[in-house]
């Protein structure tokens, strides 16, 4: 053996001790090693990682490149390429649901921008790799259909309702089965009946994430998706001013009360930059979804300005635009990676799970 050649055990060691971001396991256990070839002083892996992880699929490959450079020494020459390893979304709660990640986004009050912010998480997964689902459950205002584009009436096949595919996402809404401009008067058990039947009786397939838009303001709803589905948990959308900021830490108290862990806090309309002299307006104030979320332990995912062109993509039914765009895109796309790592923080400091041998 040359004194260049790498030592397998190391590497095996390295590998043996690397979490796989979706389940927190080691991608040994997993079989997440599609690929090895040491060859001298070089090291080839295929790593297979979930279309559930592609936000972080870059970050990963680069952390197991950086610790085998730092096992095996800087004349080690090291190559990581990310594949695509298959795994089935599991079948969650008591309504047959396949689906690895639930979220709800809401708001303590409307007109704060959460729809827009949940087509955009949803528009942001699903250019990153994943296979997502969006489902309106504000039944009251649907504005999800309006923000994509689409106005389709979803068709049944064998009794299920077939989610509309608007860029890749599948949608349900109450505003595909209501005529536009017509109230919705219901009660609390018909709202139910109607959130139940949207994730049970809609084929939404195998997905890496269903976001569902809630309704503003602290009703029922959020109990309703606790009973049905263990949820992954909730983004909480707020302005930067102290009324909103008031009605927030409602939301986060309702979902606080009924379970739903806090994925985070998204700050929208934090500021305008006057596109005329570049000067940044604090219209609404400044920083204060970012207090509080550090006031209330919860993440703070990120910042969305006043953006005229974010309006008016979303008034023209072209959120997805947002994305194409390189003065909002950093906004969106780093809400989105927070919010894909802080789920993946959260495998990580789970207790570990035991060996796939035993089970």
Not at 150 to 166: G, W, Y
């Amino acid at each position: 053996m040359s004194d260049n050649a790498i030592d397998a055990s190391i590497v095996d060691e390295v590998l043996q001790k690397f979490a796989d971001p979706e389940t927190g396991r080691n991608i040994k256990q997993m079989d997440q090693i599609h690929d090895l070839s040491i060859e001298g002083s070089c090291v080839r892996v295929a790593l297979g990682l979930t279309t559930y992880s592609a936000p972080l699929w870059e970050e990963t490959r680069q952390q197991l490149e950086e610790r085998l450079q730092s096992k095996l020494g800087s004349t080690a020459k090291i190559e990581v390429k990310v594949v695509e390893h298959a795994r089935p979304a599991p079948s969650i709660g008591t309504i047959g649901l396949t689906a690895k990640s639930v979220i709800a986004v809401g708001s303590g009050k409307g007109g704060v921008g959460k729809s827009t912010v949940a087509a955009s998480i949803a528009c942001g997964l699903k250019n990153a790799g994943c296979k997502v689902g969006l489902m309106d459950a504000d039944v009251y205002g649907p504005s999800i259909p309006h923000l994509l584009g689409v106005d389709e009436r979803p068709e049944a096949i064998d009794k299920r309702l077939q989610p509309i595919v608007a860029d890749g996402i599948r949608v349900m809404s109450m505003g595909f089965l209501v005529p536009p401009g017509e109230a919705i008067v219901w009660r609390g058990p018909m709202l139910h009946g109607a959130i139940t039947q949207f994730l049970r009786d809609t084929d939404w397939g195998d997905l890496d994430y269903l976001i569902i838009d809630m309704p503003p303001g602290t009703g029922d709803i959020a109990l309703t998706l606790s009973q049905l589905l263990p949820l992954t948990g909730a983004v909480v959308v707020c302005t930067p001013q102290e009324v909103a900021l008031l009605d927030a830490v409602k939301a986060i108290a309702m979902f606080r009360k009924v379970n739903i862990p806090l994925l985070g806090m998204v700050e929208n309309m934090s500021y305008f930059l006057c596109p005329d002299n570049g000067k940044r307006y604090d219209i609404f104030g400044s920083g204060g979804a970012r207090r509080a979320a550090e006031e209330l332990e919860v993440p703070f995912l990120g910042e969305v300005p006043i953006h005229i062109a974010i309006r008016e993509r979303g008034d023209a039914g072209n959120t997805a635009g947002n994305f194409d765009d390189q003065e909002s895109a950093p906004y969106f796309d780093r809400i989105c990676y927070s919010l894909a790592k802080n789920i993946a923080s959260r495998k990580a400091a789970d207790p570990p799970m035991p060996s796939l041998s035993v089970l």
